[in-house]
């Protein structure tokens, strides 16, 4: 089955930046599209961006846009998301997950999920 797992998280001050990574195993047993999610305590899981593996064009949510980019490398089944000007708002678990269908903003698009990676964004 397809098992996505993150890496990259940490812990930094407001301003920096930070790379994520999920590597995707499985991808062929069917993975079309990547998300990324977060969720902050107390908080819903939250869209982050996403991006499909046949078409370069990205998908954001509204926290994302003009801050962080997603990329993904094929060949390495990799996805990536660039995280830069970092606010103490982004502190989060961020969650790689794969989807097969033409959504891709919602929980209920995705079949698989990585166990997260904590971000979090110091003042």
């Known amino acids: 089955q397809v098992q996505p797992v993150e890496s990259g998280g940490g812990l930094v001050q407001v301003g920096a930046s930070l790379r994520l990574s999920c590597v995707v195993s499985?991808?062929?047993?069917?993975?079309?599209?990547i998300g990324w999610f977060r969720q902050a305590p107390g908080k819903e899981r939250e869209f982050v961006a996403a991006?499909?593996?046949?078409?370069?064009?990205?998908f954001y949510g509204d926290s994302a846009k003009g801050r962080f980019t997603i990329a993904r490398d094929n060949a390495k089944n990799m996805v990536f998301l660039q995280m830069n000007r970092l606010e103490p708002e982004d502190t989060a678990v961020y969650f790689c997950?794969?989807?097969?269908?033409?959504?891709?903003?919602?929980?209920?698009?995705?079949?698989?999920w990585g166990q997260g990676t904590q971000v979090t964004v110091s003042s």
């Open positions: 997950a794969s989807g097969r269908g033409s959504r891709v903003t919602t929980r209920a698009d995705y079949d698989y």
């Open positions: 991006i499909r593996w046949n078409d370069n064009s990205p």
């Open positions: 499985g991808r062929n047993f069917g993975s079309d599209v």
